[in-house]
């Protein structure tokens, strides 16, 4: 080849690369990636008889809900890693509220980076989405533009903050005073004020949204370039902050109260919960032991909910837009929510443990094209398979990450709700031990297990879901042989990484 040829076919195929490249982008479908705080699937499109969600039961109307979806890990920080690296946090080690993904896992490719690097996408983060606070400052690397930054803590009433001083939480998720936070006053576990949604982060993380969209949309048609945008709503966490029509949506009489408030039996110590999280608010007594009056536990969950619906309505006006400027038919939509919650059931509040409520998160996916209208599903499912399921309806390459990744795409599932890709979920909890658990359709197995350097033996929990849904037993030593068979599939797993380790660098291909 002369070399004039040779620049003409240099020049040929770039040109051929580079259309093939941006055509490919133009085709993708957008990713409109919806996550909420501390949300379980107490909503009504998963059955439950008191929460008013029409819009999100509308999003479940038009796509998958996963009956059986785990998150990896019951509290924000390290949830949202496992989410955004597909990677559980025994594998990477970033076990805690003020773990630095960067410092311990600093090649990571996060999701949306990923979405960046592979399909050509623009990627935007409100709201909450990764965790800020705790000495956490988010990940700016994850995203083509700045995070649009709210709070989590908000309050309006003066009276839920002795007259306008700073509360415990508010420091804990701004990074004020963290050496010092008992010191500081409890904010109010709820208030109920007569204001505009807007008014509150969730509302303006909404609107904030309708106009990235917006914008997204013209980008699109202007540039072809697809979006990845995920909006991060703060409520149902803590504290109940939500205007007063949403409050209104409920009668607390008719409301549900803990069935069983007792630790389950012969459970080990390590694995239940008294006090934590809930005390940081005012009126909920301090005494680890308390009992909460029935008023107050009406309250919260009164609350609960109330914040529930007004998040519903946050999330009703960013899918009407995203309707109404035409990209619902071209944007795969999910909902997440990071962790359950203890609404009072044996006896404990809000989440960090391994057991059903804590764990158990709703995970809807509208993905048009592949998932069927109104569609549902029993497979199991894990936070960390969004990643590679994620890549999968948007054509990306099966995810190759520096970063160990945990996840299975769940693509087969979505096109036949009885397709099965994985039988079993696991999630970790590290408390004085580290708990790992095995959910399959009918059980619970959890290890906990002391850390390195301990001579200990592991304690475990057996849950029969069929014959105690409730969790009041634990069968651990009456049936060996399930216990037996389920540290079977645990055996399977990689040794667990100690806190804050470095994940083992695996060879990128
Ligand atoms: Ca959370």
């Not at 694995?271 to 999280?277: C, L, S, T, V």
Request: charged fraction near 20%; proline fraction near 8%.
């Amino acid at each position: 080849m002369n070399s004039l040829r040779r620049v003409h076919f240099i020049l040929m195929t770039c040109l051929i690369l580079l259309l093939s490249g941006s055509a490919s982008a133009a085709e993708r479908p957008n990713v409109l990636l919806i996550l909420v705080d501390d949300l379980k699937p107490a909503l009504g499109c998963y059955g439950d008889p008191i929460a008013r969600t029409p819009n999100i039961d509308a999003l479940a109307a038009r796509g998958m809900r996963f009956e059986r979806a785990y998150c990896n890990q019951a509290v924000c920080a390290p949830s949202r890693f496992t989410l955004m690296l597909g990677a559980h946090s025994t594998s990477t080690g970033l076990y805690g509220l003020g773990s630095q993904l960067r410092e311990i896992v600093p090649d990571a490719v996060t999701l949306p980076q990923y979405f960046a690097q592979h399909g050509g996408y623009r990627t935007e983060s409100l709201g909450k989405v990764f965790h800020i606070g705790h000495g956490n400052h988010g990940d700016p690397a994850s995203f083509s533009v700045p995070h649009f930054h709210d709070k989590v803590i908000e309050y309006l009433d003066p009276a839920s903050t002795q007259g306008g001083k700073l509360t415990r939480e508010e420091a804990y998720f701004t990074n004020q005073h963290l050496d010092r936070i008992k010191s500081l006053p409890r904010g109010a576990a709820f208030e109920a004020p007569d204001v505009a949604d807007i008014k509150y982060a969730d509302g303006r993380v909404a609107a904030e949204t309708v106009k990235r969209l917006q914008a997204a949309h013209n980008r699109r048609k202007q540039e072809e370039t697809p979006f990845f945008i995920v909006a991060g709503f703060a409520r149902p966490h803590l504290p109940f902050s939500a205007p007063k029509k949403y409050w209104d949506l409920y009668d607390p009489s008719e409301l549900p109260l803990p069935e069983n408030e007792e630790l389950p039996a012969n459970a080990p110590k390590v694995a239940g919960k008294r006090g934590g999280e809930i005390t940081n608010y005012s009126p909920v007594p301090t005494e680890r032991n308390a009992r909460f009056s029935e008023d107050l536990k009406r309250q919260l969950i009164h609350g609960y909910y109330a914040s529930t619906s007004f998040v519903d309505a946050q999330i009703g006006k960013v899918l009407d837009e995203l309707k109404r400027l035409g990209l619902a038919e071209n944007t795969i939509v999910v909902l997440w929510g990071d962790h359950g919650f203890h609404l009072g059931d044996l006896g404990i509040w809000t989440k960090h443990t391994n057991y059903e409520q804590a764990n158990r998160i709703p995970i809807l996916i509208a993905a048009p094209g592949v998932t069927q209208p109104d569609s549902a599903t029993q497979q199991l499912a894990e936070s960390v398979d969004l990643f590679p399921t994620l890549a999968e309806l948007a054509g990306l390459p099966a995810p190759k990450v520096p970063q160990p990744l945990d996840g299975v795409s769940l693509v087969p599932v979505l096109k036949n709700p009885q397709a099965r890709v994985r039988n079993h979920a696991y999630h970790a909890y590290p408390k004085q031990k580290l708990g790992r658990a095995i959910r399959t359709e009918r059980y619970r197995l959890v290890e906990w297990k002391p850390y390195r350097n301990s001579n200990a033996p592991a304690e475990y929990e057996l849950y029969d879901y069929q014959t105690d849904p409730l969790e009041t037993r634990n069968l651990a030593r009456k049936q060996p042989a399930v216990v037996e068979s389920l540290k079977q599939i645990l055996a399977n797993y990689p040794e667990p990484l100690p806190r804050n380790a470095q994940p083992a660098k695996k060879t990128v291909q």
